[in-house]
């Protein structure tokens, strides 16, 4: 059974920094593509980062290059997302995916996925 579980949402000030994380297990880690998307109130799922799983290479939404490091650990099976210089637009739940294909150009979509996890909410006040 696949699961993806997501930690360390909350809330904190603007210009903070959070990092989180996200548990797979039920998939061959090293093997599969791996991504972040949030979603905001009344606003569709958005993509913000993703990494292959071959040869580390990542892709940034433009809102995320810059203050954004998508990376992974493959003895713990765990991606991150360090998030830098928080604003309050960063607000949204943020969701873990497992990727079923890449877009070279980065531009990353909810078709991509294959499976979601459930989500952790990140606010950022002013």
């Known amino acids: 059974q696949v699961q993806l579980t997501e930690s360390g949402g909350g809330l904190v000030q603007t210009g903070d920094s959070l990092k989180l994380s996200c548990t797979v297990s039920g998939l061959p880690f090293s093997s599969v593509g791996l991504a972040w998307f949030r979603q905001a109130p009344n606003n569709e799922r958005e993509f913000v980062a993703a990494?292959?799983?071959?040869?580390?290479?990542?892709w940034y939404h433009d809102s995320a290059k810059g203050r954004f490091t998508i990376s992974k650990d493959n003895a713990k099976n765990t991606l991150y997302l360090q998030m830098n210089s928080l604003k309050p637009e960063d607000t949204a739940v943020y969701y873990c995916?497992?990727?079923?294909?890449?877009?070279?150009?980065?531009?990353?979509?909810?078709?991509?996925?294959?499976?979601w996890g459930q989500g952790t909410q990140v606010t950022v006040s002013s």
């Open positions: 995916a497992k990727l079923s294909t890449y877009s070279e150009s980065g531009d990353f979509g909810t078709h991509n996925v294959r499976f």
């Open positions: 990494i292959a799983h071959y040869g580390g290479q990542r």
